[in-house]
């Protein structure tokens, strides 16, 4: 089992044992919308397309309203069930979800706002280590100060630079901690166990 299925897995238990109206760290979302975001994104390519193209907001919405009037359990249950038989996303699951099903699953775990670090094996660290080091230096681009990631047992990340500042300079933000907590705060997430040297006004984390 890939590391995106098991987060399926274990995610969809927890927005069970949760219930609909649950918090998460997604702003203004509970887990009634986190069940809805998921299955629209692997299940309605309109929908879907309306989270990255404005123009098709609108779409989105009532797909969502649509789908948020559906049980709960039969529709936590139908994403759970992964892609079908003729869905593309079930060739690219292991790549187009890691991230996904990893950042996600923490939003429902840490939707107190508390946070809980687990423990991965060195091959997950690894997976999660390549996405942290791609989309890192996009999410940061418009940094103010050079920002660079320092993830537990793997080479740093020089995730924005646009001084030209060396990494070991001077007015340099320095973030420490495991590969999975450095992912979530890239995604913007705050409730994180993190090391922070500099001043953390100075990152801007922005979207894609």
């Not at 450095?182 to 705050?190: E, H, I, P, S």
Request: glycine share 8%; proline share 5%; with cysteine.
């Amino acid at each position: 089992m890939s590391f995106s299925s098991a987060e399926r897995a274990r995610l969809a238990d927890l927005l069970l044992e949760l219930g609909p109206d649950a918090p998460t760290l997604c702003e203004g979302w509970n887990t009634r919308d986190m069940a809805v975001h998921l299955y629209l994104r692997e299940n309605n390519p309109r929908a879907a397309a309306g989270m990255f193209v404005p123009a098709m907001s609108g779409f989105l919405a009532r797909a969502s309203a649509k789908a948020g009037e559906r049980d709960y359990t039969e529709l936590v249950g139908d994403w759970a069930a992964g892609p079908g038989r003729f869905n593309p996303v079930r060739f690219v699951d292991p790549v187009m979800n890691l991230a996904e099903h990893f950042v996600h699953h923490e939003d429902v775990r840490r939707g107190d706002g508390v946070a809980r670090p687990r423990d991965f094996s060195r091959v997950v660290q690894e997976q999660l280590y390549r996405v942290l080091s791609t989309m890192a230096p996009r999410t940061l681009k418009s940094s103010t100060v050079p920002v660079i990631l320092h993830a537990t047992g793997f080479p740093r990340i020089i995730a924005a630079d646009q001084r030209g500042v060396s990494a070991d300079g001077e007015n340099v933000l320095r973030i420490r901690g495991d590969v999975g907590e450095l992912l979530l705060w890239v995604f913007g997430r705050d409730a994180v166990e993190l090391k922070v040297e500099g001043n953390l006004e100075c990152a801007r984390r922005s979207g894609l």
